[in-house]
């Protein structure tokens, strides 16, 4: 399957929408004009990535989500790096615990607590908080690329 990166299309601002919830990642700052797209060779979306802002200091990798029927083809590899190759440092990322020997692949490297921005710490303690509710192994995972 031939894939290829490019900005979203102000069009295709409902179907990030849309398969961000059906991943079930965080949908808050979907702003479609930060998104890049994977699309197939018909220019179908298949997937989807962005670099978030928060505040002036702080970047996030985000929205890094693929249908389930392109999963396992390479495709959130082609978005992560196309996100990374120009992308400032340091960049930081949230995810599934599981996860981060994906990330760890790009350089990433989990952080505690204490080293991570004050979104991160809010984010990380309502997350332990949703876990701990929840009764989930998983808990969110903070990285950073330096």
Same mark, same amino acid.
């Given at each position: 399957?031939?894939? +290829? ?15 961000? /919830? ?10 479609? &004009?930060?998104?890049? *797209?994977? *699309?197939?060779?018909? %220019?179908?979306?298949?997937?989807? !990535?962005?670099? &978030?802002? /928060? ?7 985000? +929205?890094?989500? *693929?249908?389930?029927? /392109?999963?396992? &083809? !390479? ?10 190759? %120009? +992308? ?9 615990? +599981?996860? !981060?020997?994906?990330?760890?692949k790009f350089g990433f490297q989990g952080i505690s607590y204490d080293e991570m921005p004050r979104y991160f710490q809010r984010m990380s303690k309502?997350? !332990?908080? *949703? ?8 808990? #969110?995972?903070?990285?950073? #690329?330096?």
């Amino acid at each position: 399957m031939l894939v +290829s990166i490019r900005g979203a299309r102000e069009t295709e601002a409902a179907q990030i929408r849309d398969l961000i /919830h059906l991943v079930g990642i965080n949908p808050m700052g979907l702003d479609w &004009k930060r998104f890049i *797209v994977a *699309v197939n060779e018909h %220019d179908e979306m298949i997937g989807c !990535g962005q670099l &978030k802002p /928060h505040g002036q200091e702080i970047l996030e990798l985000a +929205s890094l989500a *693929v249908y389930p029927e /392109h999963q396992g &083809k !390479g495709v959130a590899r082609a978005i992560t790096e196309y996100l990374l190759k %120009d +992308s400032p440092r340091p960049l930081y990322l949230m995810c599934e615990s +599981s996860l !981060g020997p994906l990330y760890e692949k790009f350089g990433f490297q989990g952080i505690s607590y204490d080293e991570m921005p004050r979104y991160f710490q809010r984010m990380s303690k309502l997350a !332990g908080l *949703v876990t701990t509710l929840a009764q989930r192994e998983e808990r #969110l995972l903070i990285m950073k #690329l330096k």
